[in-house]
């Protein structure tokens, strides 16, 4: 398969996606899923993404599609569930719903504000490997002037789809790094997980 590229720079993106680092043991085994349908699923994401930071739109255009984006590639219910953290098991079936709306919604205008900032790299898909219960699309991201930086993407069909549930940066944990921002912000509600709901829909 062809290498896939993004136009990207190093500052915007360590911004939006970095903070953490304990990782986080979740899919069960991917009996369906095999290492170049998952590299398949990396690829087209990239490249859904390269199109909309490359299209002209203006942001809240953008925002609506990186959130359609996020939406067809990635876990978001699972990935929603481990941000919430130990919160998680307290909720009700309705904030569960409403917080996983929230947080796509939510993720998409995060990441699209930095997607936007993105200049004069890409992104190069370089191989797949299958890693205990799930599998490792593994890339390096090129940028000028830069030396170049490691990233990894962790796909697997425990949703009964191939969809990717996290990234890691120079060894760097995405779902960790959500999990302790949006545990930070759950601190400041003293744990209303209504509130939590609110303050991200204005985030």
Same mark, same amino acid.
């Given at each position: 398969?062809?290498?896939?590229?993004?136009?990207?720079?190093?500052?915007?993106?360590?911004?939006?996606?970095?903070?953490?680092?304990?990782?986080?043991?979740?899919?069960?085994?991917?009996?369906?899923?095999?290492?170049?349908?998952?590299?398949?699923?990396?690829?087209?994401?990239?490249?859904?993404?390269?199109?909309?930071?490359?299209?002209?739109?203006?942001?809240?255009?953008?925002?609506?599609?990186?959130?359609?984006?996020?939406?067809?590639?990635?876990?978001?219910?699972?990935?929603?569930?481990?941000?919430?953290?130990?919160?998680?098991?307290?909720?009700?079936?309705?904030?569960?719903?409403?917080?996983?709306? =929230?947080?796509?919604?939510?993720?998409?205008?995060?990441?699209?504000? $930095?997607? @936007?900032?993105? &200049?004069? +790299?890409? *992104? #190069?898909?370089?191989?797949?490997?299958?890693?205990?219960?799930?599998?490792?699309?593994?890339?390096?991201?090129?940028?000028?002037?830069?030396?170049?930086?490691?990233?990894?993407?962790?796909?697997?069909?425990?949703?009964?789809?191939?969809?990717?549930?996290?990234?890691?940066?120079?060894?760097?944990?995405?779902? =960790?790094?959500?999990?302790?921002?949006?545990?930070?912000?759950?601190? $400041?509600? @003293?744990?209303? &997980?209504? +509130?939590? *709901? #609110?303050?991200?829909?204005?985030?």
């Amino acid at each position: 398969m062809a290498n896939d590229r993004l136009i990207i720079t190093r500052r915007g993106f360590g911004i939006g996606l970095v903070g953490g680092a304990a990782a986080l043991a979740m899919p069960l085994p991917a009996a369906a899923l095999t290492v170049d349908q998952a590299r398949a699923l990396v690829g087209k994401a990239v490249a859904d993404v390269n199109a909309t930071i490359n299209s002209g739109k203006s942001a809240s255009a953008m925002y609506g599609d990186f959130e359609r984006i996020f939406a067809r590639y990635a876990d978001v219910p699972t990935i929603s569930r481990s941000a919430l953290g130990p919160a998680a098991r307290g909720a009700s079936r309705a904030q569960l719903t409403a917080f996983t709306t =929230a947080y796509q919604s939510y993720i998409a205008r995060k990441y699209g504000a $930095r997607f @936007r900032e993105f &200049i004069g +790299g890409q *992104i #190069e898909v370089t191989g797949a490997r299958a890693v205990k219960s799930y599998f490792e699309v593994i890339s390096v991201a090129k940028l000028r002037g830069q030396a170049p930086f490691d990233l990894r993407w962790h796909v697997s069909d425990k949703s009964g789809k191939d969809l990717f549930f996290n990234i890691i940066i120079e060894g760097v944990n995405m779902l =960790a790094s959500e999990r302790t921002e949006i545990g930070a912000m759950l601190d $400041r509600r @003293r744990g209303d &997980i209504n +509130g939590l *709901i #609110e303050d991200m829909k204005s985030a």
